[in-house]
């Protein structure tokens, strides 16, 4: 249920309506709106019995919210929500690119891929530290060493990280690293992870799981954000169909489906999403033609020595010719915004 109050509504008037949703031992969360506030009721609303809110001084009138999902909905939300990490937002009209190697393999190859991801104009730089691999035989990742390299990787360079964490143990210290913490495909359902990462006061990047619904992406959002962490950034990355000629089915119209179901901004990865450099650019374009509040992609100094998804990455050449493509739709894509107003 949320709960619009009128434009004219005082601070007494909302705490009054607050009081009465605590009192019954539901969580009341206040969003400030253009002209007027918002007050979200969490939990289980038939506590509330007859609560008599419509005609409480203040209140403009009530909605239910028919998603099982409460926080991460648009009724709950109305408005786009943008991320800001430390000053680089995502959302809101420009589109983010985070870019980098699969995984980190030596302080030489990150400091590489920043210089490069930098120059190019991405703003963070991904990395995994951790790898969750379908084998056990894998490259499996640097873990500490790895999230240290991308801490120095940052101070030169000054983008923002953003690194994977697969384990509920590793989430203080990938926080006390990191700018945001990617939550992976295989971990969206990983209700004792999410609970965990949405304690730790950073970003979080959750990827859409290999085969999940929409409605249980958006659920996983909810998990987290429930813990407090109303930052929670949706990557829609492939899923599993019985298509073989790309390693997943990139979901495009999920980008549209999530802007209408959420408020949450919503970024693609062409890079897992096909599982082939030369698709990378077409699906770039795509996912900014949908709308996409952003971009993570996969970019190596030299793919063809890569320890992990070499395949699917960009040479630094490759990837300098989407980041000039991508520029170029993203700022004609906000011109005909801005005209069609």
């Not at 007494?12 to 605590?22: A, D, L, Q, R, S």
């Not at 929670?232 to 990139?250: A, S």
């Not at 000039?324 to 004609?332: D, I, P, Q, S, T």
Request: proline share 5%.
């Amino acid at each position: 249920m949320v709960i619009i109050m009128n434009p004219d509504a005082s601070r007494e008037n909302i705490n009054e309506v607050i009081n009465v949703i605590e009192r019954a031992g539901l969580t009341a969360k206040v969003m400030e709106g253009a002209s007027q506030r918002i007050i979200g009721v969490i939990g289980d609303k038939t506590r509330l019995g007859a609560a008599p809110f419509d005609a409480m001084d203040g209140v403009e009138s009530t909605v239910n919210i028919s998603k099982s999902y409460k926080l991460a909905s648009r009724e709950f939300h109305p408005t786009d929500s943008v991320i800001d990490v430390d000053g680089v937002k995502i959302g809101g009209g420009t589109p983010a690119v985070m870019a980098g190697p699969c995984a980190v393999e030596s302080k030489e190859q990150l400091f590489e891929a920043a210089d490069i991801v930098k120059e190019a104009g991405a703003q963070f730089l991904r990395g995994g530290a951790y790898k969750p691999r379908t084998s056990p035989y894998s490259f499996q990742g640097l873990e500490e060493i790895g999230l240290k390299y991308l801490a120095e990787a940052r101070e030169r360079t000054g983008l923002k990280v953003v690194t994977e964490v697969t384990v509920v143990e590793a989430v203080e210290k990938v926080a006390y690293y990191a700018d945001v913490l990617q939550v992976g495909a295989r971990n969206m359902q990983n209700f004792g992870l999410l609970k965990e990462v949405g304690k730790c006061g950073k970003p979080i990047l959750l990827k859409r799981g290999l085969a999940a619904t929409l409605d249980e992406w958006l659920n996983a959002a909810e998990y987290i954000m429930n813990e407090g962490n109303p930052d929670v950034i949706l990557c829609e990355r492939g899923i599993r169909t019985y298509e073989t000629y790309t390693r997943n089915t990139l979901d495009m119209s999920a980008v549209a489906a999530v802007k209408h179901l959420s408020h949450l901004p919503i970024i693609v990865d062409p890079s897992h999403g096909t599982g082939k450099w030369r698709m990378v650019r077409p699906m770039a374009y795509a996912a900014i033609a949908a709308g996409a509040d952003g971009l993570m992609m996969e970019m190596h100094p030299n793919p063809a020595k890569a320890l992990s998804d070499g395949p699917q990455s960009l040479t630094p050449e490759h990837y300098r010719e989407v980041m000039a493509g991508v520029a170029k739709l993203a700022a004609f894509m906000k011109n005909e915004h801005l005209l069609g107003a």
